[in-house]
T-cell receptor
Framework: GNSVTQMEGPVTLSEEAFLTINCTYT??????LFWYVQYPGEGLQLLLK?????DKGSNKGFEATYRKETTSFHLEKGSVQVSDSAVYFC?????????????FGAGTRLFVKA | DVKVTQSSRYLVKRTGEKVFLECVQD?????MFWYRQDPGLGLRLIYF???????EKGDIPEGYSVSREKKERFSLILESASTNQTSMYLC??????????????FGAGSRLTVL
């Protein structure tokens, strides 16, 4: 079946450091890939997405490229801010009976220090 | 502003009680989902629904049931709550699309503690 694996946290960085959070997936079809972010006390919200191989999703300085050859969708940001402290979830959406089903990785908590 | 609203942010229940978690969306979305979120496990899909009065089991349906009598409302039911159902429950919705870019809109979550 489909699955998503992401690097364990927590990840602790200083402000303006470079961020990478690794994500790999297993899928039988041609899934769409997502990064969702959860700020403290809130539900998840979409950060970025990519729907086919070699697509790059980007938002708020974050980027991720859909790499079919390595089945990866790593999240990167060149210079993190304290306000980026949150939990980040990698996810894939694939067709299931009747519609699309989304499954998530375990989440990676990011702490950014001033 | 589009919203998914979960009726209770925090609940404390006793073992054996029947628990209802309500979720309402105002976006006219066809799809609705219930996940539970546990540390180190991420989000796991309990049940989902693609249309009124229909439901599909997710990855961990045991001990849960759902009801979707109206398009905008999707309820999660714990028939007899147990301590291992203590968790954060997240409701989400999405528009029905023929492509895979099925973006979920989440509610703020309902934290359930079963004593």
């Amino acid at each position: 079946g489909n699955s998503v694996t992401q690097m364990e946290g927590p990840v602790t960085l200083s402000e303006e450091a470079f961020l990478t959070i690794n994500c790999t997936y297993t899928a039988t079809g041609y899934p769409s890939l997502f990064w969702y972010v959860q700020y403290p006390g809130e539900g998840l919200q979409l950060l970025l997405k990519a729907t086919k191989a070699d697509d790059k999703g980007s938002n708020k300085g974050f980027e991720a490229t859909y790499r079919k050859e390595t089945t990866s969708f790593h999240l990167e940001k060149g210079s993190v801010q304290v306000s980026d402290s949150a939990v980040y979830f990698c996810a894939l959406s694939d067709y299931n009976t009747g519609g699309f089903k989304t499954i998530f990785g375990a989440g990676t908590r990011l702490f950014v220090k001033a | 502003d589009v919203k998914v609203t979960q009726s209770s942010r925090y609940l404390v229940k006793r073992t054996g009680e029947k628990v209802f978690l309500e979720c309402v969306q105002d976006m006219d979305h066809e799809n609705m989902f219930w996940y539970r979120q546990d540390p180190g496990l991420g989000l796991r899909l309990i049940y989902f629904s693609y249309d009124v009065k229909m439901k599909e089991k997710g990855d961990i349906p045991e001990g849960y049931s759902v009801s979707r009598e109206k398009k905008e409302r999707f309820s999660l039911i714990l028939e007899s709550a147990s301590t291992n159902q203590t968790s954060m429950y997240l409701c989400a919705s999405s528009v029905q699309k023929s492509s895979g870019a099925n973006v979920l809109t989440f509610g703020a979550g309902s934290r359930l503690t079963v004593l």
